[in-house]
């Protein structure tokens, strides 16, 4: 569908089951006013009843996220602007249903718990753990359509819209599968919030976050080291203290996801009237990607009316005069926390472009945090035709990235990394040094390549200033 489609207005509700009665207050927002404007990258549905049918379902469901863990995570991205905290966010490129296992979600949050851990150490600064997880279930194309020998369909656009199999069925959009994602996307949330409630990250225990590389791995000693001076430290401390180190227990994990489904983020889109905003509440943090950030459309006009802090991806194509209406918009108080700017320009663009943007945005007043995804614009093709990242072009452009800014006098406060805590053969390079050769032996992405987990590992030691 494009601009038209259901125009079901979520109730104006508490974060709970209860509904009553509120009044909402008349403004020129509302969560479905953007479906009169131009929706790129939208699924184009068959049947329009089904569909209608599926948002309303949606809408009645309860929140996957709460507005005060929402408000939090703009706290923490408030403190990362000032050059206090540094963000790590990362996780596949595309979650798939078959994968939401406890298993793949165990997996996931030990790698961005090791990640800040070793970032923590090198960085002296808090973390904040943002997952892409928990809705990344819907991708943008560069095309509407996929021609395998001589067979033309409409192409796979994640597990929130159709389905990766080649054939008629499978690639015809189904709105039931909203309700499918909404579903896994609770289920992953729930877990994780269990697991850190039980004491999984608790920093006296990081041994519960191995992954199979520690026995193996070169950097191996370097993290158990890492491990063994923290928990001594922290040992110290509470002997002076006389007792626990209460923040040392939980660690906060927020989710994200690309807000490119507009139906399903209105769906879940609620007007708090003690708080007097609208939340969307399908995630903590969501984000708008350059093929959806055009000022006339309609991810631009649903994103300016929503409470959350949210991302927006910049790259080449991103002019001066483009980001500063987009910062216009999207954030006109100028609201410290609100806004994050992920870039990802290439190893080879980025010097070229990155400076004129940080002047762009300093002469808006507005305050920023600046992210760096070194993985978008560094994906290629092997000769045999599979998508790939050199490990060493990734590294090179947060290098640069941390450069530039260093330069301008601005703050690189955080890094966006597509990854997964599997020992999966997608990207090339790192200190095993896999060629594309090795890539066949276990490439799951059924839409971009991934960091495994000891190449994570490897750009968090980077970051932390610990390998050259």
Excluded at 436 to 462: F, H, I
Aim: charged content about 25%.
């Amino acid at each position: 569908m494009g601009a038209t489609g259901a125009l079901f207005l979520p109730f104006a509700a508490a974060e709970t089951e209860t509904t009553v009665t509120r009044k909402i207050p008349t403004t020129d927002w509302h969560p479905a006013s953007w479906t009169s404007l131009p929706a790129a990258q939208q699924p184009s549905y068959p049947d329009q009843a089904e569909l209608d049918r599926a948002v309303a379902s949606l809408s009645r469901l309860p929140p996957i996220v709460t507005s005060w863990e929402v408000d939090a995570l703009k706290d923490h991205i408030a403190k990362a602007q000032r050059g206090e905290a540094f963000v790590l966010q990362g996780g596949d490129c595309a979650e798939t249903f078959d994968e939401c296992t406890s298993e793949n979600i165990v997996a996931k949050l030990k790698i961005l718990l090791q990640m800040s851990l070793v970032m923590l150490y090198g960085l002296k600064k808090p973390v904040v753990r943002i997952g892409r997880m928990a809705g990344q279930y819907a991708k943008p194309r560069s095309a509407d359509t996929e021609t395998r020998d001589g067979k033309t369909l409409p192409s796979f656009r994640g597990d929130l819209v159709n389905r990766s199999g080649f054939s008629d069925a499978d690639r015809v959009p189904e709105p039931d599968l909203i309700l499918r994602g909404y579903e896994r996307a609770a289920l992953t949330l729930n877990f994780v919030r269990s697991l850190i409630d039980g004491g999984f990250a608790d920093l006296h225990h990081p041994e519960y976050w191995d992954l199979g590389w520690v026995g193996h791995s070169p950097m191996a000693d370097e993290y158990r080291s890492i491990v063994h001076s923290i928990s001594e430290s922290l040992d110290f401390l509470e002997v002076v203290l006389g007792r626990e180190v209460h923040l040392a227990q939980r660690s906060e994990m927020y989710a994200a996801h690309e807000g490119l489904h507009l139906l399903y983020e209105q769906a879940q889109t609620r007007y708090l009237d003690r708080r007097g905003r609208w939340y969307n509440l399908t995630t903590h943090f969501p984000w708008i990607g350059m093929r959806t950030a055009m000022m006339d459309g309609a991810h631009v006009e649903y994103f300016r009316g929503i409470s959350n802090p949210m991302g927006i991806k910049i790259g080449p194509g991103m002019s001066r005069e483009w980001l500063q209406d987009l910062i216009r918009t999207l954030n006109p108080n100028n609201e410290p926390g609100r806004l994050t700017l992920i870039h990802r320009f290439g190893a080879k663009l980025i010097e070229e472009h990155l400076p004129d943007l940080i002047t762009a945005v300093r002469e808006t007043g507005s305050p920023v945090l600046w992210v760096c995804d070194p993985m978008h614009g560094n994906t290629e093709s092997t000769a045999s035709g599979v998508k790939t990242r050199r490990f060493d072009n990734i590294v090179s452009e947060l290098e640069s990235a941390f450069a530039v800014h260093q330069e301008m006098g601005s703050y690189l406060g955080g890094v966006h990394l597509e990854l997964t805590g599997e020992n999966v053969t997608e990207c090339t390079g790192g200190a095993r040094g896999l060629t594309d050769g090795d890539l066949a032996r276990s490439y799951k992405s059924t839409v971009d390549p991934r960091l495994n987990y000891e190449q994570a590992m490897e750009v968090a030691m980077r970051i932390a200033g610990l390998r050259g």
